[in-house]
Nanobody, 115 residues
Framework: QVQLVESGGGLVQPGGSLRLSCAAS????????MAWYRQAPGKQRELVAH???????NYVDSVKGRFTISRDNAKNTVYLQMNSLKPEDTAVYYC???????WGWGQGTQVTISS
């Protein structure tokens, strides 16, 4: 059974930075397109960014130029470097496969942007 553990969230001021990590266990991580998602209060979960097994990346327009997704297949870990954070980035952030069927969701990591 695949387990996903997200970490690295916190409370930062607008304009600040955070680096999120997601460690996967129980699978051959390197073969999958991995993605970061987020869910803000009262909203549906949305795709933020994804990275292929060959490290090609794609981002939702609202984070382009500010967020960077990367992966370390040897560590079964995917990262999300978030810079120039805005209040609207406040959400619980999750990682998972991009494509269906997805694995069970982890607990996520809370990111709060506030002054």
């Amino acid at each position: 059974q695949v387990q996903l553990v997200e970490s690295g969230g916190g409370l930062v001021q607008p304009g600040g930075s955070l680096r999120l990590s997601c460690a996967a266990s129980g699978t051959i991580f390197s073969t999958y397109i991995m993605a970061w998602y987020r869910q803000a209060p009262g909203k549906q979960r949305e795709l933020v960014a994804h990275i292929t097994s060959g490290s090609s990346t794609n981002y939702v327009d609202s984070v382009k130029g500010r967020f960077t997704i990367s992966r370390d297949n040897a560590k079964n870990t995917v990262y999300l470097q978030m810079n120039s954070l805005k209040p609207e980035d406040t959400a619980v952030y999750y990682c998972n496969r991009l494509l269906m069927p997805r694995w069970g969701w982890g607990q996520g990591t809370q990111v709060t942007i506030s002054s």
